[in-house]
């Protein structure tokens, strides 16, 4: 390693660096301490820890192989200390399952030991640039009433929460997976506001919305006369995202073709507009977001491999609310309702025990989207008394309270059979009232409709009106 033109490096950086190999912590110290960083070191991951909670570095620097405790099991320490830690892992050798586990452990960035040390200094300060971006939004994103069902003190939601902020600090994609309604989008928005693409766009789609010619279109861009009807030259999203994240809902409904050229994105960093003769670069972050089994969707031939791999490469599951304890639902009906007590500015503030009871044995199949229509249905009925009662609780939970948890998936059903009856029971249960089964299920009309396709179930709730 050279350190003769290090540049691009932030004056007075602290930088803690971890490796079990005396001689080479004492060679990079000097090198640092030479370009203006202040080093702290220990050659002991086991006291790595202390010394980070007790001096708080900018940065930490560590091996990726140690005796006693590796790399990835020190980062996970550091990052219950403080979440927004920023660490960069060196490797003696690299190679692509190394990469790929110490990016999903929560490394900014993974380098080879033999790496320029410009290289290093410039990784180092880029690293610590983006953590302390994370801290500053930290604080403004915890009290956002927008995210109430995502941060709370729910072991499990804790843990998801942590999990969105280590994947944060990182630039590889994230495929964020969970039921309709428990908070993907909610949970990408966070991811966005905790990286260092905070001040950038944040611009989403759903894939579920169009059809294959105007998404390419609405992703890509097009020129004038590309396709009928096409309009002038357009700017597509990830034109209009680059610099920050583009969030791609649904991505389990991208037609095959579209499929190759996300895919070709993704490995090249550049696309071409629709009717385009010229590559544009790209410098977007891609978040995907899924309601579906993708790993099955490969599996049937629905869904790209590569492509599934390549956008997988940070999962994080959003599990539904009945696996979150009623505890949690309950927590989380009080604090849904004192916020839309406080928007309408009058209101109840409560439930009776009696709609208490029932709410804490209903399913919610709907997961957090639906508790919101819950509690925005009954409270018009209720806006002169002090609580909501169980008589003001739509039917679709009165009715079915105590309806027991959906099978579970090991039981021999699959995750699309499961959601292809749900759907079908509310559309019946509802006489085929699209806007209402939508309602009911925490979803958008489009999304129902494309669900309705994807499931033949245009029919259904019609059947007994014939």
Avoid at 138 to 163: C, W, Y
Avoid at 165 to 170: D, M, Y
Avoid at 183 to 188: E, F, N, P, Q, Y
Wanted: with cysteine; net charge neutral.
């Amino acid at each position: 390693m050279t350190h003769s033109d290090a540049a691009d490096t932030t004056p007075g950086l602290h930088v803690l660096v971890v490796d079990d190999n005396a001689t080479w912590v004492e060679t990079i110290t000097m090198a640092l301490t030479a370009n203006g960083f202040r080093v702290s070191s220990t050659t002991d991951p086991r006291t790595a820890v202390a010394v980070y909670a007790t001096q708080r570095p900018d940065v930490v620097l560590l091996d990726y192989q140690m005796p006693g405790i590796d790399g990835l099991e020190l980062l996970a320490e550091l990052r219950r200390v403080d979440p927004t830690a920023a660490a960069v892992m060196l490797s003696g050798h690299m190679d692509v399952a190394t990469t790929v586990r110490a990016m999903r452990g929560g490394a900014d960035d993974v380098l080879i030991k033999t790496v320029p040390f410009d290289q290093l200094t410039v990784t180092l300060a880029r690293a610590a640039a983006g953590s302390l971006l994370a801290r500053r939004h930290r604080g403004a994103i915890a009290s956002s009433p927008e995210l109430l069902g995502l941060l709370n003190d729910s072991p499990v939601m804790q843990h998801t929460f942590r999990k969105l902020e280590v994947v944060a600090q990182t630039s590889s994609p994230v495929l964020i997976t969970g039921e309709t309604g428990a908070g993907k989008g909610l949970a990408a928005s966070l991811v966005h506001q905790m990286s260092r693409r905070a001040d950038g766009p944040f611009v989403r789609i759903n894939c579920a919305s169009l059809g294959a010619t105007f998404l390419e279109s609405e992703l890509f861009g097009h020129e004038g006369g590309a396709f009928t009807d096409a309009t002038p030259q357009r700017r597509g999203l990830f034109e209009m995202a680059e610099g920050g994240t583009l969030l791609l809902d649904e991505v389990g409904e991208l037609a095959m073709e579209l499929q190759s050229k996300l895919l070709t994105v993704l490995d090249e960093g550049r696309f071409r507009r629709l009717g385009g003769a010229h590559d544009i670069a790209t410098n977007v972050r891609i978040v995907s977001a899924s309601n579906h089994d993708l790993e099955q969707a490969v599996r049937d031939g629905r869904f790209r491999s590569d492509l599934y791999f390549r956008l997988a490469v940070l999962p994080v599951h959003i599990p539904p609310l009945r696996e979150r304890g009623r505890d949690e639902i309950s927590s989380l009906l009080r604090r849904l309702l004192h916020a839309h007590q406080a928007r309408v500015g009058r209101g109840p503030t409560r439930f009776s025990p009696e709609a208490l009871a029932v709410l804490l044995a209903y399913n919610w199949p709907g997961n957090v989207r639906q508790v919101r229509n819950v509690i925005e249905h009954a409270f018009p009925s209720a806006i002169d008394a002090d609580q909501i009662d169980l008589a003001q609780l739509p039917s679709v939970v009165t009715t079915r309270g105590s309806t027991p948890p959906m099978p579970n998936p090991d039981g021999g059903r699959s995750l699309r059979d499961m959601e292809r009856s749900h759907v079908r029971r509310v559309l019946s249960e509802t006489g085929g009232n699209r806007t209402q089964a939508a309602r009911v299920l925490g979803i958008t009309r489009a999304t129902l409709y494309s669900k309705m396709r994807q499931f033949d179930l245009s029919d259904v709730g019609f059947e007994d009106q014939r």
